[in-house]
């Protein structure tokens, strides 16, 4: 396998700052919501959402090391973030059942959006940044199931 050309290199970081933007955000709202949680769920929600914020914040850590062993420079301002993320934050009053709807959608659009980016990759001849893609789409689709496991009807 050849070295990745500076078109491929640059191609994948856009798709990685677009992980790494995303995974942050995503990694608030989830802080958010395992401050802010109420109800009769509160202990097992708390939990389920501490576990799922820092597996985030090791994962947004991944995709900007791997934008630097590609040659470029990781965002890291909020500004740069919102414009970047496919997650949206959330300043509302969600209820519990709110908050595990709201996360799953965000997970299962973590998914979607990692499965399109990773054959994208694949066709640039990344297979490492593939790789990191894959083991990733795992988490988020076993946090959707995770979440919508505590969903009641
Ligand atoms: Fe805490």
Same mark, same amino acid.
């Given at each position: #396998? ?6 491929? =290199?640059?191609?994948? !970081? %856009? ?11 995503? #990694?608030?709202?989830? *802080? ?10 509160? *202990? ?6 501490? $576990? ?5 914040? $090791?994962?947004? +850590?991944?995709?900007? $090391? /791997? ?8 965002? !890291? ?15 509302? %009053? %969600? =209820?519990? &059942?709110? &908050? ?6 965000? *997970?299962?659009? #973590?998914? +979607? @959006?990692? /499965? =399109?980016? @990773? ?6 001849? +990344? $297979?490492? @940044?593939?790789? #990191? &893609?894959?083991? /990733?789409?795992?988490? *988020? +689709?076993?946090? !959707? ?9």
């Amino acid at each position: #396998m050849s070295t990745l050309s500076p078109t491929a =290199k640059k191609a994948v !970081a %856009e798709e990685l700052n677009i992980l790494l933007a995303s995974s942050y955000v995503l #990694m608030l709202k989830t *802080h958010g919501y395992h401050w802010n949680v109420k109800g009769p769920h509160f *202990h097992a929600l708390h939990q389920l959402f501490q $576990e799922q914020y820092e597996d985030l914040f $090791e994962a947004i +850590d991944e995709f900007a $090391e /791997r934008i630097k062993a590609l040659g470029h420079k990781a965002p !890291a301002t909020f500004s740069e973030y919102k414009g970047l993320s496919v997650i949206t934050e959330d300043d509302s %009053e %969600e =209820k519990d &059942m709110g &908050m595990v709807k709201n996360l799953l959608k965000d *997970h299962q659009k #973590m998914g +979607d @959006t990692l /499965r =399109k980016m @990773t054959a994208h990759v694949q066709g640039e001849g +990344d $297979e490492a @940044t593939a790789d #990191m &893609m894959i083991a /990733r789409t795992q988490v *988020h +689709d076993k946090f !959707a199931w995770m979440l919508e496991s505590h969903l009641t009807g």
